[in-house]
């Protein structure tokens, strides 16, 4: 907590920790894990860091896609699937959450609600199609590093500004 309090990424901590299933622990990880967000030019490069697109096996005109890539930070890969677990449930802005929120940027709290939204949606239609729970949340996982990414660089560019 003293990291996060005295750190120049506070400002990226706190925006993080608008979403839903990030608090202090994961958003400092996050920052620890990614560093400066804005090195990716997008949240797709964020995702492949993480290895979190999906393996494919191409030849010719035949193009067949497998399972997530698992190359690169372990890590981080691991913090966001379990922090995707929570939007299994439906979306909500309870009482932690709100505090969490409390004095953040009305864009940073739609992105979040954006992201609830979606991301329950997006379970439940994999689930739905008969896909496994497990394999449900690594896709929304994917998802979720894109709406991290997204606030992340929407701090970062506000932070910029101010200095």
């Keep these: 907590e003293i990291y996060a ?22 958003a400092v990880t996050l920052v620890a894990e990614i ?27 035949r193009n067949r896609r497998g399972s997530i890539t698992k190359t690169g930070n372990s890590h981080l890969r691991w913090i966001v699937i379990e922090s995707a677990w929570h939007y299994r449930h439906r979306p909500k802005v309870g009482y932690q959450l709100k505090k969490r929120q409390k004095g953040q940027p ?15 949606m997006k379970y439940r239609k994999l689930v739905g199609k008969g896909k496994l729970k497990q394999t449900a949340i690594v896709g929304v996982a994917r998802e979720l590093l894109g709406f991290i990414w997204s606030i992340a660089i929407a701090t970062e560019q506000e932070q910029n500004k101010a200095a």
């Design 5 to 26: 309090q005295n750190s120049v990424h506070k400002p990226v901590i706190d925006a993080l920790k608008c979403l839903k299933g990030i608090d202090l622990i994961t």
């Design 106 to 120: 009305e864009a940073i709290k739609k992105i979040s609600w954006k992201a609830q939204n979606r991301l329950n």
């Design 35 to 61: 560093g400066e967000f804005g090195r990716f030019k997008n949240p797709a490069q964020l995702m492949a860091y993480a290895g979190l697109v999906p393996s494919e096996a191409s030849s010719g005109p």
